[in-house]
Structures are given as structure tokens and as C-alpha cells.
């Protein structure tokens, strides 16, 4: 039997409002566009935009809590993305197939780097080319489902491969200054991740035994929200 793979949530929690530049501590403090707090609170969220509920006390979580969903917020949901078998070089549904050429040429991945690691990269590229056929970027993604097959030759899903690649296009900026934070590819020296993105989804992690595709370690579902007012 598969064991589900969370992340612990503190029960103090501090809030954003995604698109209105809203946070909340101990107080409401304006961040970017200038507005007013909603009389009683931040829930339920205004209408099209979306409330994230973020663990007080980090300057960088990888997660939210949760996320609400304002009435009338425009919704989208991929299917269940994998990594695009771009490495031609490999055998036909082997693991190394799903390395992305563009980002580890020739295939060979740099010290430290996982397989799962690298999948996880070329998951997320496909997720981001998704989401622009939608009109959307890796920013509008609120919810993310990940699912996770443990390598050849080990007994259990390498999530600390994914999470390395997860920080290459989410959650990577600082809470406090809005500036990026570094991130390591492997075991090199962290350094700025791939795609510079503010947006904390929730997310849950499962480890199963088989994926749908031979060779895949890596897939992953994410919804996404169109902002308010085409902002």
C-alpha cells in the first residue's frame, strides 16, 4: 500500500490576497496595489480573486495551507502532466528518456541532480507551456497534485529530488522583500531559480506504484485562476 507524502502545517497562519497585494500578520499591511481591507476579514475572498493561507513565522514556505476561491474567479485545471521524452539519445520508456535536452544537454545531468529531479524540471517546463496555450503562467497556479514513482533500484520516491525542482519555478521569492531566493540545482551552490515566481499552490504529494507511462517518475495536476479584471 502507497503512503501519502504531506508537508506539516503550523496552526498559526499568516494570509495573503493574491492580485490585491494584501498581507496580514498582525496587521493589514499594503504591499503593492493600494486598496481596502473587506469589512470582517479577508474570507470569503472578493469576487475573482483568491485568499492563499500561508504558515506564519517562514520568510519563504514552500506551500500554502489552503487556498479560497472568491465567487466568480475564472477556474482552470490541466490533466495530468508528465515529462515529454525528449532525450532520443536514451532507450525508449526508460527513465533516462524524460531528461529535458534543453536544460541537461546530451542528457547527462550534472553533479547530485536525480533522475526525479530532473523529471520533475521537465514536468513543470510542460506545465508552464500549458498554462500559456490558456493564457496563464505559473504564477496563476493556486492547487497542484503531484504524484511520485520511486526510481529503479529504490525503495522509496525521491522527494527531495522533486522538492529541488518545485523551488526552480515556485515559491522562490522572499516574503519579506519580494526578491528571489536562491535555489540549489543538484548539489551545486544554490543560485536563482529558473523561473522567478511568488505563487505558494497548495499541494499534496503521493507516492504510487506504477505511473501511466513506462519510465515516468513524475506527474503532476495543477489548477490555476485567472486574475480579476485581466490584471
Avoid at 532520443?88 to 536544460?103: C, K, L, N, W
Avoid at 515559491?171 to 522567478?196: D, E, F, I, Q, W
Avoid at 507511462?213 to 495536476?221: S, T
Amino acid at each position: 500500500m502507497s503512503t501519502p507524502v504531506t508537508s506539516d502545517s503550523p496552526t498559526r497562519k499568516a494570509f495573503t490576497m493574491r492580485r490585491l497585494g494584501i498581507l496580514v500578520s498582525a496587521a493589514v499591511v499594503i504591499l503593492a496595489v493600494p486598496t481596502v481591507a473587506v469589512a470582517g476579514g479577508l474570507f470569503p475572498p472578493r469576487p475573482g480573486t483568491t485568499v492563499s493561507v500561508l504558515p506564519a513565522g517562514q520568510d519563504n514556505p514552500m506551500i500554502a495551507d489552503g487556498v479560497a476561491i472568491g465567487k466568480g474567479a475564472a477556474l482552470y485545471k490541466t490533466s495530468g502532466l508528465g515529462p515529454a521524452a525528449l532525450n532520443t539519445a536514451a532507450p525508449g520508456g526508460s527513465e533516462a528518456r524524460y531528461i529535458d535536452t534543453e536544460v541537461f544537454p546530451g542528457g547527462v545531468l550534472p553533479p547530485g541532480v536525480t533522475i526525479t529531479e530532473a523529471q520533475g524540471i521537465n514536468v513543470l517546463r510542460r506545465i508552464g507551456e500549458n498554462l500559456a496555450r490558456a493564457g496563464l503562467s505559473y504564477e496563476d497556479v493556486i492547487s497542484m497534485r503531484v504524484f511520485l514513482q520511486n526510481p529503479a533500484g529504490q525503495e522509496r520516491m525521491d522527494f527531495n529530488g522533486w522538492n529541488r525542482a518545485y523551488r526552480q519555478f515556485f515559491a522562490n521569492t522572499s516574503l519579506s522583500t519580494g526578491k528571489p531566493v536562491l535555489v540549489p540545482l543538484g548539489s551545486a551552490a544554490p543560485a536563482t531559480p529558473m523561473v522567478v515566481n511568488p505563487a505558494r499552490p497548495s499541494r499534496f504529494a503521493l507516492e504510487i506504484e506504477n505511473l501511466p507511462v513506462n519510465g515516468w517518475l513524475v506527474e503532476v495536476e495543477v489548477d490555476a485562476v485567472y486574475p480579476a479584471n485581466g490584471k
